[in-house]
């Protein structure tokens, strides 16, 4: 048990709260207005979505992975497809990496859009939110002629993509593009003019160079840094390496220059759109892949708008994946967090906390508790552990042994 | 440094028409690629049941109802119209619709039954 500190003041955060979209929980240790500490507790949303992946082919396990995040899918679907080809050996052709390529930007755009009216809502600029988002139906209704659907467009195959695009098609993602590009020169000079917004975002939720180097922060809050880290620049898979752009570092290091790196990236990620529909080869989409994968293990790594998504495949030769890894990007972003909010105004919370882009139910991969002190750890069995919390509930006084008595009969006598 | 820079975006939307759809009084388009409800031709089944085996929620059932007659049942609540039952067919039994609206108050009704016998694959509604 905490002792009890007579100057600080602990008030939870969560795992319901207005100010957050997700369950996760904070312990935040007050004096007055300022945090003193957080205790950030995430596993609330776990979904056991590696397990299953490894109970189910690696077909199926395409759109389980796609149901990873709801806002980035095609990057944690291409990222798991770029390790199950990297293990199968398969060469993918030149026009499916490119439909990849530019389905991922689309992606990216409509991300930045969607954080970019969240950070408004989160700062009381609810007008900024409902136009941002009345932009974003531009592309997604994009992504919904490309790929059929708004969301999990279920694009990605073992071995290419789904669904050609068509010079039509083309036509129009080049149509709204442009009509996007005019909406985010205009959003650049609202945040680069706009008072409410400069006043309200400087200086919030700092992170230094060296402390983003240091909690290894990605994607775009370690780029507001002053980071010049992009997994598209840096390693680059798909068709970027094809591709030239910019990558998008600043110096402000607060949630001011975390909204200018996006604001910014959309003007990149048109650019590379563009390119890609010039560029893209004719030819076929799609190489056949046996189900059966060998023996093998990969690891891929994409950039999500996020930031950083690493996923770790490992295969024994059958039809369904030994071990599925997911790293998602908020994983590394959330220490920096704490770290950002230290020495800060309780009121700046949910700003700090929205401005990584937080997505928790993507990062709740799986819990182990430690006892305090004791860093020995032990496997507890199924059994143990009911009987565990049996006791621990019990000393708190509430007894369950009737209940679990009751439920026992009824089971019986099915 | 410039306050109110977004007035004039919020004075000119006074007069503009609403950005969202009367969705029930205009029917919506569906995009080319779109996914919906799905079709099942039993006059092309071969019975090699391809697509319940990549099918990743388990919604799809393929039966043999006599000598070369297959009939599906398709659970529309488990379905997560992902198409791949189509893209694995070899014989192109199955196909995707547009037809989006298919909640339903009870929940036996979203399974869906295409006969065997019925040559146009028109479902059969009785379970």
Redesign the interface.
Known sequence: MHKPEPDKFKIPVGPQHPALKEPEGFSVALKGEKIMGLEIRLGYNHRGIEKACEERTYIQDLYLIERVCGICSHSHSTCFVQAVEEIAAVEVPKRALYIRTLIGELERVHSHLLWLGVAGHEIGFDTLLMYAWRDREIVMDLLALITGNRVNYGMNTIGGVRRDISKEQAEEVLKGINILEERTKYYIEIATQETTIIKRLSGVGIISHEDALKLDAVGPTARASGVNRDVRYNDPYAAYGEITFNVITDTHNDVYGRTLVRVKELMESYQIIRQCLKKIPDGPILTKVPRKIPIGEATSRYEAPRGEDVHYVKSNGSEKPERVKIRAPTLANIQAVKHMLKDRFLADMPIVIAAIDPCFSCTDRSVSLENPGDRNKEIMTWHALRTYSIEWYKKQGIDFTELNNNLKNKLERR | ??????IK??LRSIIKKP?TNLYPAEELAM?????GKLIFHPEKCVGCKLCM????TGAITINKVGEKQFQAVIDLGKC?????CV??CLKKALETTKNVELAQLDANKLKVTFSGESKTGIENKTP
């Open positions: 440094m410039r306050p109110g820079k977004m975006e919020v950005a995009p080319h690629n779109f996914r085996k990549d099918c990743p997560i119209y992902c198409a791949q893209d694995s």
